[in-house]
């Protein structure tokens, strides 16, 4: 097995030493005693799909199906408002970095083989992955070269089925698409599209089950750190009934989302007055999705089957939902949404604020971005919306794969910003070779995802952002 090798966090070059962690005691929680104590090898804080994922790689690749060692902790079993369950649930191969796009490649045949990899007592899963493709549009000569440029990128990375097509070839493929100032789209034939997010949710964590992996339902509120290095001894978990359960730990995952900093900041012991030098850099963000309908016209076409539509300059998205009725007829169903104007897009703080989607954002970009686009769209209801957390990161809204400098133990798989759901697999997997790989990356190299650019000011930018 090949490793890519990565100097371990705590010896990087340059980095100062924390007075903070060299004079700090023991810290521990201020909410209550601990009633009952666990030891665990590896405790994963966080049990989305990038959680998951981290438990099932572990145990399969590294531990011969045996996942006993592992505990996920995870706030809300019913996933109510996680945000892998209140997106889109989209993949792509379209991105702009090699990493990212070899993360998505490893998801997609993920996906194709979940029915096999998550079978448990002969019961397959299926994740409803429909392959109808992503379509980024390019309206301007610098965005039509940046398409070329992020093709070139997917080639290179093994993606043969991402096809650039003119404004002729797109409107003889989408006959719906307004292509007046179009000069080049790119086009995912297969192996882009979506799926069923919880599915893959329930199919991972019903595996990780069957594999022996512990689930507790509860939150992180303390720590106890080694005096002399700052590594995590034992986190302390209040689970249900207030229960306050101290796990002796080995090592602990980040996998907390948009709800990773907060996490960070208990296991660094905040309420016992010390903070990181290095804290992570990631906020959560609102994203709204509206869904809507179009009847059927005479004047004009209404898209049968859309695949996943990235409007240039807005950056407004559409896709179609729920496809074909039991009549064979077009549902006319739509998903869209849009990412606020930078100037706007803010963290936030009350988590109320998911409770509604911002309308305005509707009526003021996505609608007009879609009635130019589709003309059709020029008559459509709104039939619901809802909004759902963003795990933002401020530095460059791509993922932190990494120990933390300060708690060497400390694994982060944080910052995805929108593209957790899609890299689950991969980065579950980057997490289990951090792991067991003597702190390596053994299959993809992704030391680009490093913490360290984030403080030594180094960003890696992606283009396909959405």
Request: proline share 5%; hydrophobic share 35%; charged share 20%.
């Amino acid at each position: 097995m090949q490793c890519f090798s990565r100097v371990l966090a705590p010896h990087l070059s340059g980095l100062p030493t924390s007075t903070a962690l060299r004079q700090s005691t023991l810290n521990g929680p201020k909410r209550g005693f601990v009633t009952s104590s666990n030891t665990v090898d590896s405790l994963i804080i966080g049990g989305g799909p990038i959680g998951l994922s981290a438990a099932y790689h572990l145990a399969t690749h590294y531990r011969n199906n045996d996942g006993s060692g592992i505990t996920i902790v995870e706030r809300d079993p019913t996933y109510a408002r996680a945000s892998a369950t209140l997106s889109a649930g989209g993949i792509r191969q379209q991105f702009s970095l090699k990493e990212n796009v070899e993360m998505s490649l490893y998801g997609r045949d993920f996906l194709h083989q979940a029915s096999t990899l998550l079978r448990v007592d002969d019961e397959e899963v299926d994740v409803q992955f429909q392959e109808h493709g992503y379509l980024f549009l390019a309206s301007s000569t610098e965005g039509k070269e940046q398409l070329i440029k992020n093709s070139r990128v997917q080639q290179s990375a093994g993606c043969t089925d991402i096809q650039l097509m003119n404004a002729s070839q797109l409107k003889h493929k989408f006959p719906w698409l307004n292509t007046s100032d179009i000069l080049l789209g790119s086009y995912g034939q297969k192996g882009e599209g979506w799926f069923d997010p919880w599915a893959l949710i329930r199919g991972l964590k019903r595996k990780c089950q069957s594999l022996g992996v512990k689930f507790v339902k509860g939150c992180p509120v303390g720590s106890v750190r080694e005096e002399s290095s700052g590594r995590v001894l034992s986190v302390d978990v209040l689970e249900e009934d207030q229960k306050l359960t101290r796990y002796n730990v080995n090592h602990v995952v980040n996998a907390a989302g948009a709800h990773c900093s907060k996490v960070m900041e208990t296991l660094a012991g905040k309420e016992d007055g010390i903070d990181l030098l290095y804290p992570i850099p990631v906020e959560p963000r609102k994203r709204c999705i509206f869904f809507i309908h179009c009847d059927t016209q005479q004047d004009y076409i209404v898209p049968q089957i859309a695949p996943l539509t990235v409007c240039p300059i807005t950056g407004v998205y559409f896709r179609s939902e729920g496809l074909i009725q039991a009549n064979g007829e077009p549902s006319g169903n739509f998903l869209c949404g849009v990412s606020p104007r930078q100037e706007v897009d803010r963290a936030i703080d009350d988590i109320s604020e998911i409770d509604y989607a911002d309308h305005h954002l509707w009526e003021e970009v996505i609608w007009p971005a879609l009635y130019h686009r589709v003309p059709a769209f020029g008559e459509v209801k709104v039939k619901s919306s809802w909004a759902g957390l963003y795990e933002y990161n401020t530095i460059d809204q791509n993922a932190i794969i990494d120990f933390h400098p300060e708690m060497d133990n400390v694994i982060m798989a944080n910052g995805f910003s929108g593209h957790g759901l899609q890299h689950s697999p991969a980065a579950g997997r980057a997490v289990a070779e951090l792991i067991s790989s003597g702190g390596r990356f053994a299959t993809l190299d992704l030391s680009i995802f490093l913490f360290e650019r984030c403080w030594q000011n180094r960003p890696v930018f992606e283009a396909g952002i959405v």
